[in-house]
């Protein structure tokens, strides 16, 4: 009886081409998200100062900014919305947020103008409580300069 060889056949060896595929995902991945992240917030605006400030710790929330730009221009992170459409946007959010055990809460952080009205704003607020959003915070610079 005659044993096989293993002569023939080549050296058996790893499939590198998943790998390399997840890891070339990954690295867009984080590249688009944290991209995305930081142009939530470099929107150029003329914040108001605060007479005193503390620097809250950081919290493991889900932040939504919006920005105020002028009375009838409000931004959802970068992207226009009309503020009919916001309030739908706050109960998206806020549903998205209750959805399940491991969702983080939802903080919206307000961003405007120092030169916006107070009658600009107040619709946003009010949006928010009617969405069930109670964590809301305003972006200000400490009145130190």
């Known amino acids: 009886m005659r044993s096989p060889t293993n002569l023939g056949r080549g050296s058996i060896g790893f499939n590198m081409t998943p790998m390399i595929d997840v890891v070339f995902l990954l690295i867009i991945f984080f590249l688009v998200s944290s991209h995305l992240a930081r142009q939530e917030t470099q929107v150029a605006v003329d914040l108001p100062d605060a007479a005193s400030s503390d620097r809250p710790a950081e919290e493991d929330v889900r932040r939504l ?35 399940g055990a491991k969702e983080r809460p939802l903080e919206v952080r307000i ?9 600009t704003v107040e619709p946003i607020l ?14 200000v610079t400490s009145g130190k300069r």
């Open 65 to 99: 900014f919006i920005n105020i730009l002028s009375e009838r221009q409000i931004l959802v992170g970068s992207q226009p919305v009309e503020p009919e459409r916001l309030e739908t946007l706050l109960n998206y959010e806020s549903r998205r947020s209750a959805g």
């Open 111 to 119: 961003r405007t103008d120092r030169t916006v009205p107070y009658r």
């Open 126 to 139: 009010l949006a928010c409580a009617r969405s069930g959003i109670w964590n809301v915070k305003f972006a």
